[in-house]
């Protein structure tokens, strides 16, 4: 053999260990085999890094202790083998970064073994024998939670890759991970090949694996997706969520354009945007350290790291996100999803200070370089404190689709949440204009979000139940107009995709008064929407209130309904009503079957007053009315045997054969109650009265009166001309009002 043969033989070597992905560093996804140099430098030094591995290495050391338990699957969630296997991946993730920082080989050990186990039970697994499911996994009961598991394996596999052997690595890799990635895609398409938070752990998942076993394969199907699925157009997933539309493009990159508007909301809501972000910005990591090519922080303008703080933005005072669409209360950013995106968006983002202190409120940071970024910034001071201001977002991949615009005042003493956007996918709800309000983190006026108890064994397996579809999605479970007693776009999925609001104009440039109007034309044909909604601080009133003014135009005489779900305990009402003997279920259907009747009556005056407290604040609804009105006591629960619904109570103005009206509201928060002083403070409304001044198709004035001086404010909207230098001249009772814009706010004496 002559010199030159031997050297072309060892670079052929080279060259196809290198395709075999054999020469690839690891670990790579994650963490970097740089990072971890630097991580093992910093041990003592990063009190909160060493805090979160101090806690990690303590939870791990305990399950390693109790030994390995890979158990048949056969339960929903909450179940004990659902929750077995969760807990298996999740560890095993753990156990792999506790290996590489802390180079102890009992935790390569671990999860060589657990792995093992797992191989030796996929080959010959099943179908999950629960068959709820439009795409059942063999693990867990559904797809989605095999590619939880996946995402989370990927890691612990790329943490140990250089531990096994390579004959250990092919078995791995031939009887488990390919076939794995496999079944969650190619067999399971109408799960993997579509836009939807599923389909986003999906594709993260085939792709994680694929760059630890440099499967150039499965990397382009986890970016591009399948591209043959034979999917007919318009099935529908279990939620009623259409699962292939026409041209409609897959894969991750799809699932990154499509649901993100440029600023980075996310139209399912914060609380699927929450699920999401894990798989999002850890295989965007995993991306930038593998495949640096893909610029994949980069992509449609940074929107990644962008939807972040879009999504802390989207939290109140306690950090709790609004339950927008489908929603389980009480969510926050101290999740873990929230914990790894932020600390992806700071180290990938600039290093925004502001993230610092959401991070120290989180409490523990990722075991990898992007966390232990975080760490030092917190160690050397260079925290400060997240500005959750005013915003309007925009919902849609181009932003052309609704929104939802967010009023704030102060140290968000008070905050309007106001939903003028897009279906939403399956998640979303037929709640168009629909608001909720809050002080701090309380919540004066509410959504009632989802029903389902996540991961409850008892409440239906942990999964969503009926009354999710009977109720919270229904229109009347939300503050927003019902005609007829029927839910916009009819309740129907297909119909209510195709439609969003349309912002009208959004000002926050006033502290003072801060306002958002927005118009909605599809949800009932024939008849128009039009809701404005200011937060106003001004003298005669303790705290910022809210203005409400939902005007209706229809072609039709209706039935309109109204309602406001309130939290806490009634004190106060201006008008007389009757409470039923015998409680009884308002409607048959729409929603209306799951509220009682508690009491009925009928405005005495132009104005309808309800007052009630709630944890120590007082709170008052005022709202014109006529002496047509019906209004109604209603709490729900009704024709819930299993009692899956919380009793919330609300009131609803109901306004009979009507054409064209206007409701017009202000809810004050006032006044204090402490139960260990037994002081009452301020416990009565500021307003003596509101009235609608004037509506006509081009202008709306509403007038407010305080009780302590005697002092009118007055609101004017343009209805039509919304432009910022439109000169508008109108006269009311006899006085001339002139402005420029879309509206007016003027205090008269």
Same mark, same amino acid.
């Given at each position: 053999?002559?010199?030159h043969t ?5 670079l052929? %070597?080279?060259?196809?260990i290198?395709?075999n992905?054999?020469s690839?560093e690891h ?7 740089d ?6 430098a910093e041990?003592?030094?990063a ?9 990690v290495? *303590? ?5 390693i ?13 909450g179940?004990?083998?659902?929750e077995?296997h969760?807990r298996n ?6 156990a ?12 390569a050990l671990?999860?060589?073994d657990?792995l093992?186990q ?7 697994l099943?179908v999950?024998?629960q068959?709820?499911? @439009?795409?059942r996994g063999?693990l867990?009961?559904?797809c989605?939670n095999?590619s939880n ?6 890691q612990?596999?790329d %943490?140990v890759y250089?531990y096994?052997t390579?004959?250990e690595?092919k078995q791995?890799?031939k009887?488990?991970?390919?076939p794995f990635?496999?079944y969650i895609s190619i067999e399971?398409?109408?799960f ?8 986003t ?9 694929g760059?630890?076993?440099n499967?150039?394969?499965l990397i382009?199907r986890?970016?591009? +997706?399948?591209?043959d699925?034979g999917l ?5 997933d279990? =939620? +009623?969520g259409f ?17 993100f508007?440029?600023e980075?909301?996310?139209t ?5 945007q929450?699920?999401?972000m894990?798989?999002?910005l850890?295989f965007?990591?995993a ?7 893909v610029?994949?922080f980069e992509?449609?303008?940074s ?7 879009v999504?802390i933005k989207?939290?109140d005072a306690?950090g ?6 489908d ?10 999803e929230?914990v790894?995106a ?17 991070a120290e409120e989180?409490g523990?940071?990722l075991?990898d370089?992007?966390?232990?970024a975080?760490?030092?910034?917190i160690r ?8 959750k201001k005013?915003?309007?977002?925009t919902?849609g ?8 615009g967010?009023l704030?005042?102060?140290n968000e003493?008070m ?5 003028y956007?897009a279906q ?6 037929? =709640? &168009?204009?629909?608001?909720s309000l @809050?002080e701090k ?8 979000g989802?029903a389902?108890?996540v ?6 397996g942990?999964n969503?139940?009926k ?5 919270? &999605? #229904?229109?009347?479970?939300h ?7 029927t839910?916009?776009?009819? +309740?129907k999925y297909?119909?209510?995709s195709k439609h969003?609001s ?6 926050d440039?006033n502290?003072?008064v801060?306002i958002v109007s ?7 044909p024939?008849?128009?929407? #039009?809701?404005t909604m200011?937060l106003?601080?001004? =003298?005669g009133?303790?705290k910022?209130f809210l ?6 135009v229809?072609?039709?005489e209706?039935?309109?309904d109204?309602p406001?779900y309130? &939290?806490?305990?009634?004190?106060q009402t201006?008008f007389?009503?009757?409470?039923p ?5 308002w409607?048959? *259907?729409?929603?209306y079957q799951?509220l009682?009747t508690e009491?009925?009556?009928?405005p ?5 007053k309800?007052s009630w ?6 709170y ?5 009315s006529?002496?047509?009105d019906d209004?109604?006591?209603?709490r729900?629960?009704?024709?819930d ?8 109570a609300g009131l609803?103005?109901?306004?009979k054969?009507t054409q ?7 809810i004050?928060?006032h006044?204090?109650?402490?139960p ?7 416990s009565?409304?500021a307003?003596?009265k509101i009235?609608l001044?004037s ?5 709306t004035?509403?007038l407010i ?14 209805n039509i001309n ?10 009311i009772n006899g006085?001339?009002y002139?402005?420029t ?5 003027i205090?008269v004496k």
């Amino acid at each position: 053999m002559t010199k030159h043969t031997a050297v072309l033989q060892v670079l052929i %070597c080279i060259l196809l260990i290198s395709l075999n992905g054999y020469s690839q560093e690891h670990p790579n996804l994650i963490l970097t085999k740089d990072g971890v140099q630097k991580i093992r430098a910093e041990l003592g030094n990063a009190p909160l890094f060493d805090a979160t591995l101090a806690k990690v290495k *303590a939870e791990v050391d305990a399950e390693i202790a109790l030994g390995i338990e890979t158990p048949i699957p056969k339960d929903y969630s909450g179940g004990y083998t659902h929750e077995r296997h969760k807990r298996n991946f999740l560890i095993l993730q753990k156990a792999g970064v506790l290996y590489q920082i802390l180079n102890d080989e009992k935790y390569a050990l671990y999860i060589k073994d657990m792995l093992f186990q797992y191989e030796g039970m996929y080959k010959d697994l099943p179908v999950h024998p629960q068959t709820r499911s @439009y795409a059942r996994g063999k693990l867990f009961w559904q797809c989605l939670n095999d590619s939880n598991w996946l995402v989370y394996v990927s890691q612990a596999y790329d %943490c140990v890759y250089n531990y096994l052997t390579k004959k250990e690595r092919k078995q791995l890799e031939k009887n488990l991970f390919r076939p794995f990635a496999d079944y969650i895609s190619i067999e399971n398409p109408q799960f993997y090949n579509r836009v939807h938070n599923h389909s986003t752990w999906g594709n993260a998942a085939v792709g994680m694996i694929g760059l630890v076993m440099n499967d150039e394969e499965l990397i382009h199907r986890a970016l591009y +997706g399948i591209e043959d699925d034979g999917l007919p157009i318009g099935a529908k997933d279990n =939620d +009623g969520g259409f699962i292939k539309v026409e041209g409609q493009e897959v894969g991750f990159l799809a699932n990154v354009n499509e649901p993100f508007s440029p600023e980075g909301y996310y139209t399912e809501g914060p609380y699927y945007q929450r699920y999401a972000m894990y798989p999002f910005l850890i295989f965007a990591e995993a991306l930038h350290n593998v495949k640096p090519d893909v610029k994949i922080f980069e992509y449609k303008d940074s929107v990644l790291l962008k939807s972040v703080e879009v999504l802390i933005k989207l939290s109140d005072a306690d950090g709790e996100f609004f339950p927008l669409n489908d929603a389980q209360k009480g969510m926050s950013y101290k999740s873990r999803e929230v914990v790894t995106a932020l600390d992806i968006a700071y180290h990938y983002g600039g290093h925004n200070p502001e993230l610092l202190s959401i991070a120290e409120e989180q409490g523990q940071v990722l075991l990898d370089d992007s966390g232990l970024a975080v760490a030092l910034g917190i160690r050397d001071g260079k925290a400060k404190k997240f500005q959750k201001k005013s915003i309007n977002l925009t919902d849609g991949a181009k932003g052309n689709e609704g929104g939802v615009g967010i009023l704030r005042y102060g140290n968000e003493d008070m905050t309007l949440v106001y939903k003028y956007a897009a279906q939403g996918l399956s998640h979303g709800h037929y =709640d &168009k204009l629909s608001f909720s309000l @809050y002080e701090k983190g309380t919540e004066i006026l509410q959504d009632y979000g989802l029903a389902r108890f996540v991961n409850i064994e008892q409440k239906g397996g942990g999964n969503y139940l009926k009354e999710n579809t009977t109720w919270a &999605k #229904q229109t009347i479970a939300h503050n927003t107009l019902v005609q007829n007693e029927t839910s916009h776009f009819g +309740g129907k999925y297909e119909v209510g995709s195709k439609h969003h609001s349309e912002l009208y104009f959004f000002d926050d440039s006033n502290p003072e008064v801060q306002i958002v109007s927005a118009k909605e034309t599809n949800a009932y044909p024939g008849t128009e929407m #039009q809701r404005t909604m200011a937060l106003i601080k001004t =003298d005669g009133f303790e705290k910022p209130f809210l203005l409400d003014i939902l005007k209706v135009v229809s072609k039709t005489e209706n039935q309109y309904d109204l309602p406001f779900y309130f &939290k806490g305990q009634v004190m106060q009402t201006n008008f007389d009503f009757t409470t039923p003997k015998t409680l009884e279920a308002w409607g048959s *259907a729409n929603g209306y079957q799951h509220l009682w009747t508690e009491g009925i009556g009928s405005p005495k005056e132009d104005n309808t007053k309800l007052s009630w407290l709630e944890n120590g604040h007082f709170y008052t609804l005022t709202t014109t009315s006529s002496k047509d009105d019906d209004l109604r006591f209603v709490r729900i629960g009704a024709n819930d045997p299993e009692f899956n619904l919380r009793r919330d109570a609300g009131l609803v103005i109901r306004r009979k054969n009507t054409q064209n009206t206007t409701f017009v509201s202000v809810i004050e928060s006032h006044g204090n109650y402490s139960p260990v002083s037994e002081f009452s403070v301020n416990s009565n409304s500021a307003i003596s009265k509101i009235e609608l001044m004037s509506d006509t198709n081009e202008y709306t004035s509403v007038l407010i009166e305080t009780k302590s001086n005697g002092e009118q404010l007055v609101l004017v909207v343009a209805n039509i001309n919304k432009q910022k230098d439109k000169e508008h001249t109108i006269t009311i009772n006899g006085k001339e009002y002139r402005w420029t814009g879309p509206y007016k706010f003027i205090k008269v004496k």
